[in-house]
């Protein structure tokens, strides 16, 4: 869980706090729509909200984002 503009710099959209390969895998990212989501998540935790990321199968996906929704999560 992150929160805050300290969660945005532990999130290091740009990878360059957390060394070369962090740095590399960021750039590759950028290519794709990950490096969209990572731009959302990085205003959302400035602007002082929460980033809670929940890794789950396929399967409870659809369930896990109902719950969160009806929690008012934004992103989902």
């Known amino acids: 869980m992150l929160c805050g503009e300290k969660g945005a710099e532990r999130l290091d959209v740009p990878g360059e706090r957390h060394g070369f390969l962090a740095k590399v895998y960021r750039t590759v990212e950028k290519m794709g729509v990950e490096s969209k989501h990572l731009q959302e998540y990085e205003s959302e935790l400035i602007e002082g909200h929460f980033l809670l990321a929940v890794d789950v ?15 008012t999560a934004v992103i989902v």
């Not at 199968?57 to 929690?71: E, G, M, N, P, T």
């Open 57 to 71: 199968s396929a399967r409870k996906s659809v369930r896990k984002c109902q719950i969160f929704s009806r929690l």
